[in-house]
């Protein structure tokens, strides 16, 4: 799948403030929702949490992957918070978390969901990426920089979310 058909722009908030990485994922849990209107965002909030306490999802170098698996949707669902202040997320290498970046994925994965997982991962790793998207001060921007920075960073994750 493509990244913007994974995550639309009213789905990434960008200057956010989080008291803690529970609050940072009630955050990701509401901007979730807009895109799976059926399912509450608790339930969200529940399933993200509960994935995040069989292993950390914050990644090195300030970013953070928190995703999970969610009953009753049939496709991958993305939002993007960048963090005014960051926050700790416990992070391997001991840094506070700024850019987060979730995911929800069907209950029963297919090779396409592992695909998304595969780029959101690649996305995130890329450094020059992270220091764009935090140069970012709007949504519309960070949404923007987000889908023409992961152009150049995952063509070949997309090419192979689309099947080719």
Do not use: W
Request: hydrophobic share 40%; net charge negative.
């Amino acid at each position: 799948m493509l990244l913007e058909e994974l995550i639309k722009p009213d789905a990434v908030l960008c200057n956010a403030s989080a008291r803690s990485k529970k609050h940072c994922l009630e955050i990701l849990s509401e901007l979730l929702v807009r895109s799976n209107s059926e399912i509450p965002s608790d339930v969200i909030f529940r399933c993200l949490n509960d994935r995040e306490r069989l292993g950390c999802t914050g990644l090195d170098r300030g970013a953070a992957f928190p995703h999970c698996r969610v009953a009753d949707i049939e496709t991958s669902h993305a939002a993007l918070i960048k963090l005014s202040d960051p926050v700790d997320f416990d992070a391997a290498d001991g840094e506070p978390v700024d850019l987060v970046l979730g995911m929800l994925v069907p209950a029963k994965l297919d090779d396409s969901h592992y695909a998304d997982l595969k780029m959101i991962s690649s996305v995130l790793a890329d450094e020059g990426l992270r220091s764009r998207l935090r140069g970012m001060n709007s949504s519309k921007d960070l949404y923007e920089a987000l889908l023409n920075g992961s152009a150049l960073v995952a063509p070949e994750q997309v090419r192979q979310a689309q099947g080719s």
